[in-house]
């Protein structure tokens, strides 16, 4: 599948992805990338993120690809379970939080429970062996049971701004294997 054949959905987490951020990099340079915005950042609640990111995918007019970083990798599982019949040919999922960790910021709390069925859409998870919030085994918990690819990024903190990914080059070339596992 190439990405000009797709409408690319571009999650951010927490706080929303500022400028420099890799998500903010990549929405730039892919041709059909739509940056789904949430009324509340900073204290997201669960409900309303689940029906932005539905409503995006069904606003979609290609098959999409959804690319999710931290606490939005949770709100696209819990949309996942309400998607039938879905748009969605596969979502790249990077650094999803534990949240069973002590240090996952309060405000993520309500995304909690994450559901541990499968996706039913292709997806590749990217964690790292530093991130502050979710370990390595728990990360590779999350892929067994969502049926997700695992790729391990080395130390690359929670692979956001705060641990140096502006552009993050590496992630591209694992995103293009996702796309070329679609096209399959």
Known sequence: MKIADTDV???????GSGPGHWQRRWGERFPHAH??????WDRPELGPWISTI??????????????????????????????VDTKVRGAFLVAPP?????DLPREAAAFGHVPRDPLPFPSMLVASTNDPFCSV???VDFATCWGSDFHLAGE???INLASGHGPWPEGLLMFSRLMQRLEG
């Open 156 to 158: 690359a903190g929670h």
């Open 54 to 83: 539905e409503r995006a995918i069904m606003m979609a007019t290609r098959p999409v690809v959804v690319v999710a970083h931290s606490l939005a990798v949770s709100a696209l599982v819990h949309t996942a379970q309400r998607l």
């Open 35 to 40: 940056f789904v915005e949430h009324d509340e």
């Open 137 to 139: 085994e728990r990360a």
């Open 98 to 102: 534990d949240h069973e960790s002590a």
């Open 9 to 15: 959905l571009i999650l951010a987490g927490l706080g």
